[in-house]
């Protein structure tokens, strides 16, 4: 299961390995609702009427209730003032029914995100956003309480498909916050010698070209082409990037940042776009709330137990 293959690279199924899990963490919530009386809670909150946005929120508040978790919706007009976010966000920090907040980004121009960020609890941090949780996930020795749900899902993919990292050459293209930067440290935890490639790097290519494990993560439609990629290397795309197409209905195609076609023939595995890195985050998500929900209720302190 989780693959597949015909000419070159193992097409690695991310869609039927968030399946699997999401069915083992359906087991472990109704394992908590049969011991502890309660079911972990995941507030999704949105600013704004972003039309992406609302598809990924629809897919998580679903994905949550999926699995048996309660799934809390704060949905906000796009005038929203900072100090009303705010409020909504020390709502579900003091609410004992909510083990995981998640903000959706980007938020409208008005809003400082950062300060949005840094107000939601760390033990409900769930998208692993926190500044302390993101530098703890840089220390060594140290594990933060969340870890970011792509990175995490890019990690859970090379695991479960055997792919060795250990000692192995990583290349990390783009250092976003949210996904460059966390899967670079996380890549290092797990012992690889990492690299990290962005729009100032010279010659990206060659470097590209010594990576056993390649995460392509530039946000740059299938800028990653398949004469970069050494043969047999692992190939996990997180690019989702919506490109022109007349022949289809709406007019649009989603890409990732790799060339898949051409990717395909000379990689050893290479993840699709989509149903590759997509499907992973959302089943992160759910894992990183069912991890904060056990720690909530195996605290003697908790206000519900
Ligand atoms: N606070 C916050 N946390 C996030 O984790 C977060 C965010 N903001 N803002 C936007 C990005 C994007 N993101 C995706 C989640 C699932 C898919 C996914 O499941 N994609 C499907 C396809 C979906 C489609 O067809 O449009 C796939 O790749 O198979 C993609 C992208 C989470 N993000």
């Known amino acids: 299961m989780g693959s597949s293959s015909c000419e070159g690279a193992v097409v690695i199924d991310g869609k039927a390995i968030a399946n699997s899990i999401h069915q083992e963490i359906a087991q472990e919530v109704s394992y908590l609702w049969n011991n502890y009386g309660r079911v972990p809670g995941l507030a999704v909150v949105i600013v704004g009427d972003r039309k992406d946005s609302q598809t990924y929120v629809r897919m998580k508040r679903k994905a949550c209730t ?111 916050n949210i996904v460059g930067l966390p899967v670079a440290m996380l890549l290092n935890k797990y012992d690889a010698t990492v690299s990290i490639v962005h729009s100032s790097t010279t010659d990206c290519k060659s470097l590209v070209k010594e990576a056993d494990i390649v995460i392509a993560a530039a946000g740059q439609a299938e800028m990653v082409k398949g004469d970069w990629i050494k043969p047999g290397a692992a190939v996990i795309d997180v690019g989702t990037n919506y490109v022109k197409d007349p022949t289809k209905k709406s007019g649009q195609r989603l890409v990732g940042d790799v060339d898949f076609t051409e990717a395909k023939k000379v990689a050893g595995w290479i993840t699709p776009v989509p149903g590759g890195v997509g499907p992973m985050t959302i089943a992160m998500l759910l894992k990183n709330t069912l991890e904060g929900a056990k720690r909530a209720f195996s605290q003697p302190e908790d206000s519900n137990a």
């Open 66 to 176: 999926e699995v048996g978790m309660k799934s809390i919706s704060v949905d906000l007009p796009g005038d929203a003032s900072e100090e009303t976010i705010l409020d909504h966000v020390m709502e579900l920090n003091a609410d004992p029914e909510v083990h995981g907040i998640l903000v959706q980004l980007p938020l409208p121009k008005h809003v400082n995100e950062e300060r949005i960020l840094n107000a939601i609890s760390i033990e409900k941090d769930v998208d692993g956003f926190h500044p302390l949780n993101i530098g703890k996930l840089c220390m060594k020795g140290r594990e933060p309480l969340f870890v970011p749900c792509t990175p995490k899902g890019c990690i859970e993919l090379l695991l479960r498909m055997e792919i060795p990292i250990k000692g192995k050459r990583a290349v990390v293209v783009g250092r976003s």
